[in-house]
């Protein structure tokens, strides 16, 4: 297919830019998901909490694409860490998805106020361990919780999405994930279709290239080396969104693009989520 895959550090191949379904719907997931498939997407990032396991699955099981084509993604939410009870949160979620496996599963936030995450990415390894996980791997983690997991744990987490698009760039972070070989994958990486794609440097270099703002913020994290799960409901979007591969931003782009730079947050700062 036309979109890349990047090779996490267990050889898991995962296609660069996905679909990610937050605030769809349970009863609206399948048709979404159905439309981002026929669109050629492959991969899609659901969490427990998005409470659409089930419509995903639907999508996925209708599509009559055969499984080791796709990619699913879910997340254990926050009030099921601890090792047992992720290991019958994982359950549910793999039941709700109506799948033998998922290819990645992501502690969704560290909730370091509770101190669980090191007992939750045990249950974690054990269910990569069982096959029923091809890939395991953590989200909103900071430098210092992946420190502390790497530190207590065998498994180096294949992926940590956190928040990130031109106005969070997360620098430091992307730096500390290549450094320990994981994989940097992007959340809300449109800022949520707000005043990101209305910027100026953002619309004069969809100007310059013909073509949207969305589309020149997607080019921006693919050519950085992100994995990317843009959201939308709308069909002419969803096919804009994966609608990235042929054309090339220049270094000049990439330069007048890191300016937008302003370490503004529009989700939780992971360090006192805990809710
Ligand atoms: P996003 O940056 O993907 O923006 C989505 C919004 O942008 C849409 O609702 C729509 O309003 C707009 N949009 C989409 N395509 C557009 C286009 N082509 N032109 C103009 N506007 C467009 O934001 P998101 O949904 O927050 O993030 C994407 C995915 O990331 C989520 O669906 C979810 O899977 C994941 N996510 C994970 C976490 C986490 O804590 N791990 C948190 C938030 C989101």
């Known amino acids: ?8 550090n ?3 191949a995962m296609p660069q830019l996905g679909y990610g379904v937050w605030q769809v719907p349970d009863d609206e997931a399948a048709t ?7 669109a050629g997407y492959r991969s899609i990032d ?3 909490i998005y409470g659409n396991e089930e419509g995903t699955g639907k999508a996925l099981a209708a599509s009559g694409i055969a499984r080791d084509e796709l990619f699913v993604t879910t997340k254990l939410w926050n009030d099921e860490q601890g090792y047992d009870a992720t290991l019958r949160a994982f359950d549910t979620s793999l039941g709700k998805l109506g799948l033998e496996y998922v290819d990645l599963y992501l502690i969704h936030w560290p909730m370091p106020a509770k101190d669980t995450y090191v007992d939750t990415y045990r249950a974690f390894e054990k269910i990569y361990a069982e096959g029923r996980a091809k890939a395991i791997g953590v989200s909103n983690f900071q430098p210092a919780h992946l420190e502390r997991l790497m530190g207590e744990t065998s498994v180096v987490p ?27 994958e992007a959340w809300s990486p449109l800022g949520q279709g707000k005043d990101l794609l209305k910027n100026t440097t953002v619309t004069g270099l969809a100007e310059k290239y013909g073509r949207t703002p ?7 994290h693919l050519q950085l080396g992100n994995v990317v799960i843009p959201k939308s409901v709308t069909p002419s979007r969803i096919k804009e969104n994966i609608d990235v591969f042929g054309f090339e931003l220049d270094d000049a782009d990439l330069s007048a693009l890191a300016a937008l730079d302003s ?12 809710g």
Request: aromatic share 2%; glycine share 6%; hydrophobic share 40%.
């Open 263 to 274: 370490g503004t947050r529009l989700g939780p700062d992971p360090d006192t989520m805990n």
């Open 214 to 220: 969305a589309q020149i913020v997607l080019r921006w």
């Open 10 to 12: 267990n050889d898991v």
């Open 32 to 38: 979404a998901v159905g439309h981002a498939l026929e």
């Open 1 to 8: 297919s036309k979109v890349p895959h990047i090779t996490l």
């Open 158 to 184: 294949a992926v940590n999405q956190v928040e990130l698009h031109p106005q969070l760039q997360q620098s430091e972070l992307r730096a500390f994930h290549a450094r320990h070989g994981i994989a940097t």
């Open 46 to 48: 659901t969490a427990a």
